[in-house]
């Protein structure tokens, strides 16, 4: 008898749990202040939008001797044990954004194929650190104010980590 009234409730409390685990996470909210008796700025993170996701592209291409040549001449960001690698194909921002940014990473392992990440429609800088041998954090400005922060798994390509940012300043109730 009891074992047949604990499988249910065992399962109900799973669903449970299993739902609240995979429920969207809600946008966090900060106040953050540059300098003391300044007006604190409200730094705001929230989950990515289908948008940003659509401007990040992430695949594993193969790589001709050309393509080869012209990336092995830019400048290059290793790893700590020198594992893996990236270099930065940067856009011409002497012309008006968007930009497009593309970052390669290569493996010491694989010299003919390579991890291209590419950034799109982008209107600020992109900085890059690699965490350790196979994570990399990237932040891409995607505005004056946002941006999106993110941790890529360099071996299994996928994001172990994603979020967008925004800084807004406050005001008073009259607007200053």
């Not at 993170?45 to 289908?50: D, K, Q």
């Not at 790589?63 to 940067?90: H, I, M, Y």
């Not at 967008?164 to 009259?174: C, H, M, Q």
Request: glycine share 6%; with cysteine; aromatic share 10%.
């Amino acid at each position: 008898m009891k074992l047949k009234l604990f499988l249910p409730l065992a399962l109900l409390l799973t669903g449970i749990l299993f739902g609240c685990s995979t429920a969207p996470k809600s946008s966090r909210q900060y106040l953050v202040s540059h300098q003391s008796g300044e007006r604190p700025d409200v730094l705001i993170y929230s989950i990515p939008t289908a948008e940003t996701k659509r401007q990040i592209k992430i695949e594993s291409i193969p790589l001709t001797e050309e393509q080869l040549c012209r990336l092995s001449a830019l400048s290059r960001s290793d790893t700590e044990n020198g594992v893996r690698w990236l270099v930065e194909e940067k856009p011409d921002t002497m012309r008006g954004g968007p930009w497009n940014t593309q970052l390669y990473i290569f493996d010491q392992a694989v010299t003919n194929r390579c991890i291209r990440v590419a950034l799109m429609d982008h209107h600020g800088r992109v900085d890059h650190t690699w965490l350790n041998d196979k994570m990399l954090f990237v932040r891409v400005w995607f505005g004056r104010i946002a941006w999106t922060d993110f941790v890529l798994d360099a071996e299994t390509r996928r994001f172990v980590y994603i979020e967008n940012g925004r800084l807004d300043a406050t005001f008073d109730v009259d607007g200053k």
